[in-house]
């Protein structure tokens, strides 16, 4: 009935696709098919079933890495 693995907590068919996330905006629940237990409340993959905890860890560490990593380019560059 639904389009999405079941849900890894209470193994409910009932998740719905999540729009919009406070740490992916619109773009990151796309990426990651980031839904919603309609039962219990979980989000995870819909696709694997399985949690998007990694993921989403990933997705707001990178930026943060590439800002650090041009920040400290920047630095140097500024030493010469
Ligand atoms: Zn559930």
């Known amino acids: ?9 209470c193994e409910s068919d009932s ?5 919009f996330t406070w740490w ?4 990151g629940p796309k990426l990651f098919t980031h839904v919603k237990c309609g ?3 979980t989000t995870y993959n ?3 079933g399985k949690s998007n905890n990694v ?3 990933l997705y707001l560490i990178i930026p943060g890495v590439i800002a650090f990593v041009a920040a400290f380019l ?3 560059k500024g030493q010469n």
Not at 1 to 9: G, I, K, L, T
Not at 15 to 19: C, H, M, T
Not at 24 to 27: E, F, R, S, T, Y
């Open 24 to 27: 992916g905006g619109l773009l």
């Open 46 to 48: 819909g696709k694997t």
């Open 55 to 57: 993921a989403i860890a």
């Open 74 to 76: 920047f630095v140097l």
């Open 1 to 9: 009935m639904s389009d999405f693995q079941p849900c890894p907590e």
């Open 15 to 19: 998740a719905e696709r999540v729009k």
């Open 39 to 41: 039962e219990c409340g």
